[in-house]
Nanobody, 127 residues
Framework: QLQLVESGGGLVQPGGSLRLSCVAS????????IGWFRQAPGKEREGVSC????????YYSDSVKGRFTISRDNAKNTVYLQMNSLKPEDTAVYYC????????????????????WGQGTQVTVSS
């Protein structure tokens, strides 16, 4: 069964940093663009960031722009989300998702159409 597995979540103080990882099992991420999403308690899931197959195109939601950085290492079959200057409002379960595409330089943050989803990793920002 094809899987995405997130890791790297945890408890961090405001202003701190975390790096989330998303690793693919039984398939190669090279043929997919990858998105990171999050869902806070009582809220709908929202798109945070995405990266194209080549890594040349990235997108960030306004709420994380300038603080989060998405990257990918296709050789390691892994996508990362570096989160700096964390705020309490960043508290959520973070999910990665993969969408197959023939386009090397596009990604979309809309949740619709993603092929595979991970189980999520909890990020809590609190003092």
């Amino acid at each position: 069964q094809l899987q995405l597995v997130e890791s790297g979540g945890g408890l961090v103080q405001p202003g701190g940093s975390l790096r989330l990882s998303c690793v693919a099992s039984r398939f190669t991420l090279h043929y997919y663009y990858i998105g990171w999403f999050r869902q806070a308690p009582g809220k709908e899931r929202e798109g945070v960031s995405c990266v194209s197959r080549s890594g040349s195109t990235t997108y960030y939601s306004d709420s994380v722009k300038g603080r989060f950085t998405i990257s990918r290492d296709n050789a390691k079959n892994t996508v990362y989300l570096q989160m700096n200057s964390l705020k309490p409002e960043d508290t959520a379960v973070y999910y990665c998702a993969a969408k197959s595409t023939t386009n090397h330089s596009m990604c979309l943050i809309s949740q619709r159409g993603y092929d595979y989803w991970g189980q999520g990793t909890q990020v809590t920002v609190s003092s």
